[in-house]
């Protein structure tokens, strides 16, 4: 198998509801977002997808996430999707938009800080 692997960062503030600690409170975060495709065989270019392409739509995703009050965002929000705007749910979140145009995606990780991040995929 090859795997590619894109990277691109935001910066969003979020709160976490029905947790007891600092991220309670509102706060943010710059964060890293991973996106891996990947594939059998490369095409006959030998590429399994063109980084630009895969750059874009990673950017063209966390551009409505950046600089934003993600509880506020519907679909984490606490009277619509009610979804905690953890790092795992946004990887879900992430991974099921891009899963849409990019069949091949694999995961899509998301790392809050330097030491922690969390991964989506679907076996
Ligand atoms: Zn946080």
Not at 27 to 49: Q, R, T
């Amino acid at each position: 198998m090859y795997d590619i692997k894109v990277e691109a960062n935001f910066s969003a503030a979020h709160n976490l509801r029905g947790y007891r600690g600092k991220c309670e409170e509102l706060h943010g975060h710059n964060w890293k977002v991973e996106i891996v495709v990947s594939s059998e065989k490369p095409d006959k270019i030998g590429m399994v997808l063109d980084f630009r392409y895969l750059k874009m739509e990673l950017r063209r995703v966390l551009g409505k996430l950046d600089h934003k009050y993600l509880n506020k965002i519907p679909y984490f929000s606490a009277t619509g999707g009610k979804v905690n705007p953890t790092s795992e749910s946004l990887a879900r979140y992430i991974y099921d938009i891009i899963k849409k145009k990019i069949r091949a995606l694999k995961s899509v990780t998301v790392w809050e800080s330097d030491n922690s991040c969390a991964t989506y995929y679907v076996l």
